[in-house]
């Protein structure tokens, strides 16, 4: 009698002990965001992590605001001029400090050549680890930033260091990412990228539960489509001066050779159309083209205009109108206006 007492409280203990196991695995943390100014236009998100586990790019709302194997997320500043200012990066949530990477310059990688950065992708970096087998790095900041040790305790919100322009990258931003037991997780899913989430399709991108903390939900809503930058210039247009603000011009002359006008922009899909028009102060129409996008365009640069005029151009304010249709319906329009003197 006393021996089955025994064997059933110890079956009793170990039913106890595995069903514990089971519902009291440790939650894993919720962070927020690493940047202050997302309540405004001042900066947003430009890339989420690439579900695509093939050559294809796909981000958790099935869209292409990702890159080939893109494990982060990117929240960029809406221009250069921020970043010189400076913009803090903060830890998303509390932890040690365990790795940091300094000393690497703030420059575009066209200038440099990815072969220059390659191994160090991430530029300037800081690595906090939450327990539990939770990560979050923090890339691409500013030279001479970090003001954290390695080592250290640090509190959610506390400053690591400014957002820059060091390692692979086109633009001034801090690349998060979070990891759990070496895995890359996406926040907005709390999964990561995998063969079986991919052969679900989009419904298993969109599932899941986020890693984001309560209250920024509609901050950080999901934006389909969105103009990064637009502006005239009379010189040939290339989009990395356009990133750069170096058609940011109210004014033209009436000598210019060149009246043009280029976007900037992310999140267009196969089957949008666009079209672009220019108007001259009577109202009458400069230019005028339309096309249909043929695939899905993380990033796309689109100019138009007219080139080599032998006369001076009329004198007054000429308007660009720039609009994108998804299905007759428009999901992105830009309007701007420019003097010629």
Known sequence: MLRRLQITLIGFALTILL???????????????????LANADCFIQKYVDHDIGPGVRDYRCGPLSGNGHKGTDFRLANFEMME???????????VIVAIRKGMPDVHVALVGKGAVLDRGLGNAVVIDHGD?????????????????????IRRGEILGQVGLSGLTEFPHVHFQIIHNGAPVDPFTGTSPSRAAQSDGCRAHTSGSSLWREGWKDVLAYKRIFLLHAGFSNKPMKRAALQY???????????AKNFLFGVFFAGAREGDVYRLRLFEPSGG????????????????????GKTNRATPWPVGEYHAVFDIRSAGDPVLTVKQSVQIR
Do not use: M
Not at 85 to 95: F, I, K, M, Q
């Open 133 to 153: 087998g939770w990560r979050s790095t923090y890339g691409h900041l500013r030279r001479g930033s970090i003001s954290v040790a390695k080592g250290r305790k």
């Open 85 to 95: 200012r400076g913009v803090s990066v903060r830890a998303g949530a509390d932890g």
């Open 285 to 304: 129409v400069l230019f005028d083209k339309a096309q249909k996008f043929t695939k899905d365009s993380p990033v796309r640069f689109i100019f138009g």
């Open 245 to 255: 603000g170096l058609y940011g011009r109210a004014t033209l002359p009436r000598t």
């Open 19 to 37: 069903t514990t196991g089971e519902t009291n695995a440790a939650a894993p943390p919720l962070f927020d965001p690493p940047l202050d100014c």
